[in-house]
């Protein structure tokens, strides 16, 4: 298998509030929700970079898609990465993330290993990683 991942799907509770926190708070680009005239249809796609896409998606339209139970979720799961181009950057981000209604989780700091990064959650739950690393160009 190569390894070619187009969507990124995350599973959200409400659908709309999560378009408002990604579109209205974060500024993502997205036709908003489509698919609602499917029963288990109704999903939101935003595109990240060439190639690949966020998609927003009712958890218990996973759960009927995969015929798994829905169970409790965990913010441990995974983490979503933003890399940025400099310190002032991770932090524009975490407070437009604030404002947005994030919950901060671990304020912007320096790293062990020479970086420096903040987490996040959206409405969701989903951890999202904003970080500045010396090492990768953006």
């Given at each position: 298998?190569?390894?070619?991942?187009?969507?990124?799907?995350?599973?959200?509770?409400?659908?709309?509030?999560?378009?408002?926190?990604?579109?209205?708070?974060?500024?993502?680009?997205?036709?908003?929700?489509?698919?609602?005239?499917?029963?288990?249809?109704?999903?939101?796609?935003?595109?990240?970079?060439?190639?690949?896409?966020?998609?927003?998606w009712p958890r218990k339209s996973i759960a009927h898609d995969?015929?798994?139970?829905?169970?409790?979720?965990s913010a441990t799961e995974m983490t979503l990465g933003h890399?940025?181009?400099?310190?002032?950057?991770?932090?524009?981000?975490?407070?437009?993330?604030?404002?947005?209604?994030?919950?901060?989780?671990?304020?912007?700091h320096d790293t062990f290993w020479g970086g420096y990064s903040?987490?996040?959650?959206?409405?969701?739950?989903?951890?999202?990683?904003?970080?500045?690393?010396?090492?990768?160009?953006?």
């Amino acid at each position: 298998m190569k390894p070619r991942i187009t969507v990124i799907t995350v599973g959200v509770n409400d659908l709309e509030k999560s378009l408002r926190f990604y579109r209205d708070g974060l500024g993502f680009t997205t036709e908003g929700i489509i698919g609602k005239e499917f029963e288990y249809g109704a999903v939101v796609f935003i595109q990240l970079q060439a190639g690949l896409r966020l998609a927003l998606w009712p958890r218990k339209s996973i759960a009927h898609d995969t015929g798994l139970t829905l169970y409790p979720t965990s913010a441990t799961e995974m983490t979503l990465g933003h890399n940025v181009s400099s310190k002032p950057e991770v932090d524009a981000v975490m407070a437009q993330a604030q404002t947005a209604g994030a919950v901060i989780v671990k304020p912007a700091h320096d790293t062990f290993w020479g970086g420096y990064s903040g987490y996040f959650q959206d409405p969701d739950g989903h951890l999202w990683e904003v970080v500045w690393n010396p090492q990768w160009a953006e």
